[in-house]
């Protein structure tokens, strides 16, 4: 059965509003409405993918040509004003480092431990990796943090249970000595959950729960991330994994796993993805040379470990067909997706499969080789709307509280209009923020602000108890927020960053989109 998700069925009385956008993924912030949910998929663009394998290191060794991050990471660095990708050279071979100044266009710079390769880490040949850009850290030595599981094919093959290394770096290029984790299978992540401020370790579960419900997923957390990565056998509980409406692939016929879960800060949310995968079996795909199908399918979280999942639908679908670059093997990145303006972007590794590729020893190893890198977009905030057809919806929150001064809402309304009342405990408008005195907004942008006559701000309902009543005609709803100032700043965290951001939280606002058009240069993919 699908993970219960307690704060839904018991939200609090009172739902502070003061961090993030708030996103309309649920019914958390909802006590009624007439408008109708929509949830929304990625877009793959055009120009996929933007990131191949060219160089004699990309080219691996014994089990083919890749530069997937699965997970790796891509994060914009706001200290040196670029992307940074961190990935696999080569399947399960090496790992590596580049970078771009608009995420489309990539440069490997020549690094000093393997002269003339943008190599870092030589000697430890990964299987499964996370890199996390850490803007909350004291200490500038610890700027990066690296989860890493060692490829151990030469021993017992990827599926074997043995431990990991966590490394800290101030460059994400030159890391320090690794510390052992426990133990745990590949496709093992970390994320950090900012809210709690703790480390997640999102491990593949042991073979005894392998073999009863598929691949899974344990949780294991702790607040010092080296020192968290210690965990002795007993200590990570288990999570989650497929369940009874993740639907078999019709044409595979397997039933669905989890083969990896990893997820990140964005906004007043804590935004997974879901690496669901229908198979076929491992043997099949090596004698055939086809990829494993996996769907990335998205998740949300508002406690960072239960886990709701309102759409089943593909958010990052597979292809499936001979021909395309993304045929199967689709993985997320750490950081999961950047923000360039109004868009995210989501970072995603693929491979197509190759029947006729062979190592040096004659072995087939096309299934898992010819891997990229890829990119789909959506709409800021544009996981979920809450849609108006002709007629006027309303929709009214639950009671809220916020220490702002600045309503925003993200919405897509051109041919109607979107106006807003506040209300008292009882339902009542509160001068002078009454719909009359709201004048309306028609328009499609990801941060517009609304104003009421009479009111300069919303000062004078700080920290008061109130209800968001929204009347929409022709159009979506995607978020709303309460900035403490002008530019629309929300206060939320914002996943792996982008353009105009200085760190891990968004106090930029409009600041940070004039920024993002510069990189964009008036191009949109969206």
Known sequence: MPMPVPYLNQPPEVIPIDVGRQLFVDNFLIQETGLERKMHQARKLDINPIFKPETELEQGQDNGSA?????????????????KMWYMAGRRYSMAYATSKDGIHWDRPQLD???GTNR???????DSTTVWLDHFTANPNERFKMFLRQNNDVLAGPNHYNTGWCMVSPDGIHWNEPVATGYCGDRSTIFYNPFRKKWIYSLRSRSEWTRSYGRSRFYHEHSDFLKGCKWTEDEPVFWTGADNLDIPDPEIGDKAELYNLSAVGYESIILGLHTITVGPANQINKENGIPRINDLKVSYSRDGFHLDRPDREAFIRAERKP?????????????????VGDQLRFYYSGIPGNPDKLNGKGEK???????CTGIAVLRRDGFASMSAGGKTGTLTTRPVTFKGEYLFVNVNCPDGQLKVEILDGDYSPIAPFSLENCHPVSIDSTIQQVKWKKAENLSSLKNKKVRFRFHLTKGDLYAFWVSPDKSGASMGFNAAGGPGFTGGIDTEGKNAYREANKILNNKRFI
């Open 67 to 83: 530069v997937t991050p699965s997970d790796g990471g891509v994060w914009w660095d706001p200290k040196d004003k670029l992307f």
């Open 113 to 115: 431990f393997d002269p």
């Open 120 to 126: 870092i880490l030589p000697g430890l040949a990964p």
């Open 323 to 339: 021909g395309y670059w993304d045929r199967g093997y689709l993985h997320s990145v750490g950081g999961i997706c950047t923000i």
């Open 365 to 371: 190893i096309g299934h898992g080789s010819d891997g």
